[in-house]
């Protein structure tokens, strides 16, 4: 436990002196405000419901195929290519416990981004009534989805010790995993063994898992299993990767 709130501190300490990292939440913050004062304009001249204003933590879920690799493609890539993995790796801990330690950092600064986006809830609370399930829902499931994204693509940033790959890498992994619904959906036309595979790939993706249910406040257990295995799933295969290459050094 020791070795990995060290490494939780030092990643949390670089985050906070990141240029790259303020400029993400920056321009995030930046892009929400726009649109969500431009929607608040609109819908209170049309006389719409608060509720359908609630869109900002599904947009983000949208944008972490990019927000994801940006914030995860320094974690190990860098530490390569500088050659201090090789030199942190000697420290008594584990590979688990540096790789968790580097994981719950990243985890936390994204959730600080997405904490920051209550205020939009505290400014839809005044001017209407929100639906407090399906809030709630969508926040835990926008923590979570987060969560696996950040996780899966920590996977390339410690395969590669080139940042732009890992990131280029991990983006087209989590687009893979959110479009999962959208090939299932043709594998689903298909007769026979198609459909089975279909509804196998299905729940593979993201937004089975998200967009149909915790996004419209409707929290199951097996959503929450399916983001907790992803990244369990991906912190264990990362974690393996380290191990290799602690080994081959």
Known sequence: MRGILAVYKREMG????????????????????????????????????????????NLLTFLMFLVAPLLTMRLLAEETREGTLEVLM?????????????????????????????????????????DTGRTIGLYLGAWLYGGATLAVTMIWSAITEDQVVAAFLGAATVLVLYLAEVAAGALGNL???????????????????FGSTLAQGVIRAEDILYFVFMIIAALFITTRIVEVRRWRS
């Open 14 to 57: 670089v985050y906070f002196r990141s240029p790259v990292a303020y400029a993400i939440t920056f321009a995030l913050l930046l892009f929400f405000g726009i649109l969500f004062g431009d929607s608040l304009g609109t819908a209170s001249q049309q006389q719409a419901p608060a509720d359908s204003l609630n869109f900002i933590p």
């Open 90 to 130: 000697t420290l008594p801990m584990r590979e688990s416990q540096f790789i968790i330690g580097k994981f719950l950092a990243v985890w936390t600064f994204y959730t600080i981004i997405l904490a920051l986006t209550l205020v939009y809830i505290v400014i839809l609370s005044t001017v209407g009534v929100l």
């Open 191 to 209: 007769s026979g063994f198609g459909q089975n595979i279909g509804g196998f790939v299905r729940e593979l993706g993201l937004q089975a898992h």
